[in-house]
C-alpha cells in the first residue's frame, strides 16, 4: 500500500514559480512511476508530467520547458518544479502512483490547488 501527499500549492501571479511535492509512505516508492495530473473547473483531468522508476522523464507539450519533474528516492518524494506559470496552468494538480506491473494508476493523492493570476 502507498500514500500520497501532495504539497506546495497556493496562489501566485504569472510568470511566477511554484514546487510541488509527492510525498509517498512505503519502503518500495521507488519502484513505482509517478504522475503529475492537473484538472481544471469544467475539464478532464490530464496527466502533465510523469517519471519511471529508472529516472525517465516526459511532459505534456503545453508545459515543455516550463515544468520539471524529479524525484528524490531517498526522500520518497517526487517533485514538480513549475516555473513561468500562465492562468491557463490553475487546476488541481494531482500525483499518483502506477507499480510497473501495472496497466492503471494504483495510488492517488489528494490534490492540490494552484491558481495563477494574470
Known amino acids: 500500500q502507498v500514500q500520497l501527499v501532495e504539497s506546495g500549492g497556493g496562489l501566485v501571479q504569472a510568470g511566477g514559480s511554484l514546487r510541488l511535492s509527492c510525498a509517498a509512505s512505503?519502503?518500495?516508492?521507488?519502484?513505482?512511476?509517478v504522475g503529475w495530473f492537473r484538472q481544471a473547473p469544467g475539464k478532464q483531468r490530464e496527466l502533465v508530467a510523469i517519471i519511471t522508476s529508472g529516472g525517465g522523464t516526459n511532459v505534456v507539450n503545453s508545459v515543455k520547458g516550463r515544468f520539471t519533474i524529479f524525484r528524490d528516492n531517498a526522500k520518497n518524494t517526487v517533485y514538480l518544479q513549475m516555473n513561468s506559470l500562465k492562468p491557463e496552468d490553475t487546476a488541481v494538480y494531482y500525483c499518483?502512483?502506477?507499480?510497473?506491473?501495472?496497466?492503471?494508476?494504483?495510488?492517488w493523492g489528494q490534490g492540490t490547488q494552484v491558481t495563477v493570476s494574470s
Open positions: 512505503g519502503r518500495t516508492f521507488s519502484s513505482y512511476s
Open positions: 499518483a502512483a502506477r507499480a510497473v506491473v501495472s496497466v492503471s494508476w494504483d495510488y
